[in-house]
Structure formats: C-alpha cells, structure tokens
C-alpha cells in the first residue's frame, strides 16, 4: 500500500514573492501617497516653527503662528486678493463655461467641431505663453495690469476646465428622464429646472471647486498680469528666497485641511443618496 507524501513547503523567498505580487498594488499606492504628502507634511510643520524672520532651518515648537495667522507682512491682504480673485473669476468661468457645455453637448450647430477644439486651446497652451500673450493684448489695449486684468485672463483659461467636466456630466445624463418629465406635461423650463439642472448640479459643483483652486494657487499667468497687485502664490515665490514666512504655511495648511474637508463631506453626502 502506498503512502501520499506530504507536499513541500514553499522556500521562504517563494513566500516572499507571492505576497509581493499580491501586494504590489498596495506598496505602489502606499508609496505614492507617501510621496505626494511629504510637501504637506513638511509644510504642516513648519508652519508650528518658532522662525522669526527666518523658516528655512527648525528653530522649536510654538503655537503663535496659528493664533496669529496675519503676523507676517502683508500675507493676509494676499490671501484676501486671492479669495476675491478666486470668487469672481469662478463665477464668471462657471456661468459662461456651463452654457457652453450645453450648447455643445446639447446642440447641433455650424461651427460645433471648431468650438470643441478652440476650448481645449487654454488646456493645451503652455501658461508662460498665455500670459505672456495676456499681457501683450493688455497693453496694446492701454489697459494697467492690475486686479481686474487677473480676473479676466483667470476666467480665460478657467472656462476651459469648466466646460470640460459639465459637458462630461451632460454626456452622462439619460435622455429618458427628460422626456418622462415632459410626458407628465412638464415644459422645457420646468423640465430644465426640476429635472436637467438638478442632475447637473454636482458635476458644475465639481467644476467650480476646480476652477477655484486653479485661480487660488495660479502663479505664472498671475505674474505676468497682475501689475503691482499681490496674490498668495506671488507672496510665497517672493518670500521664498529668506524663507517662506510660517504664517504662509499655516495659510496653506489650512486650505488643504478645508479642501479635504470640502471632499470628505461631498463622498459622504454622496454614499448617503446612494443608500437612500
């Protein structure tokens, strides 16, 4: 009578590198996140550095930075030029730019094709060469750079984003339900505002919130167009040279912890309508 032999067990290295195979998605995810957090984390501690004039090397902890958010000259007129800038130019990008979305993903026109392409062009363009272009217009227009020229060439390249991430949630939508409204006598408007609009919502959501942390932290095109007015990212690139001042990264820290706030809340909002 024979007898089975036990199998034998895997050699430590051929262990080894199967649960490296079966892991190897989590250690690049792993790894990556590690890699893109290391500028936050590094500027979240520093912006707890007792520095004085100063932030370049480690001096001790202190929480004064984050008492007084404003003590370093103007930070805090750069972060307000940056909000109002950041505000106009959304709401101007996103009004203009979900229009266009639906007349290009709703409708049939002369010149449709070119439009869709024209849009892409900010996207595509280097930012050196738009604001450079930008300014070149301003000035042969006579007009000063200055808060409104950033608004406007803001606006300009903002559109484009605008549009793109509208125009992807109008390709998503189902024509069915439009037309069930209007068979329960709903007219265009009515079918527009209760049904169209409220299925569109998150994506101009998403667009606006896109086009206002491109308007926040926009240094190039600012740069060439701005004139003698400072924003937040033009702050930073000045101070940067003696040391980015700690109450420009309680700043920074602070709007990413906003934004991740802002993130956090649309996923469990999200998760909520999908159970209900």
């Not at 996140?33 to 202190?62: E, M």
């Not at 266009?100 to 026109?109: D, E, Y």
């Not at 996207?123 to 272009?133: F, K, N, Q, R, Y």
């Not at 934004?259 to 649309?266: E, K, P, Q, R, S």
């Amino acid at each position: 009578m024979s007898t089975l032999s036990a199998a034998p067990m895997p050699s430590l290295s051929h262990r080894a590198s199967r649960w490296f195979s079966r892991n190897l998605i989590r250690i690049y995810a792993g790894l990556a996140f590690i890699y893109l957090f290391i500028p936050v984390a590094y500027t979240f501690a520093f912006s707890f550095n007792d520095a004085g004039k100063s932030n370049l090397v480690w001096q001790g902890f202190t929480l004064d930075n984050w008492k007084n958010p404003c003590g370093a000259p103007q930070v805090c007129s750069a972060v307000a030029n940056s909000i109002q800038i950041g505000l106009l130019s959304t709401f101007i990008a996103t009004v203009l730019g979900t229009m266009i979305a639906f007349a290009l993903g709703r409708h049939k026109f002369r010149g449709r094709t070119s439009t869709n392409l024209l849009i892409f062009l900010p996207m595509a363009t280097p930012e050196v060469v738009l604001g450079a272009s930008l300014l070149a217009m301003f000035l042969n227009l006579r007009v000063n750079p200055g808060f409104w020229t950033i608004v406007i060439s803001h606006v300009m390249f903002c559109i484009s984003f605008v549009v793109v991430t509208v125009k992807a949630r109008i390709a998503s939508l189902d024509p069915r339900l439009e037309q069930a409204a209007m068979d329960l006598y709903a007219n265009e408007k009515d079918t527009f505002r209760y049904v169209t609009l409220p299925l569109v919502m998150p994506g101009i959501a998403g667009a606006a919130l896109l086009a206002f942390s491109l308007s926040f932290d926009d240094f190039i095109i600012t740069n060439f167009n701005s004139g003698i007015e400072t924003t937040f990212p033009k702050f930073v690139y000045v101070s940067a040279a003696r040391g980015i001042p700690a109450q420009a990264n309680v700043i920074g820290s602070a709007m990413f912890f906003i934004a991740l706030f802002i993130v956090i809340i649309g996923q469990v909002v999200s998760r909520q309508r999908k159970k209900s």
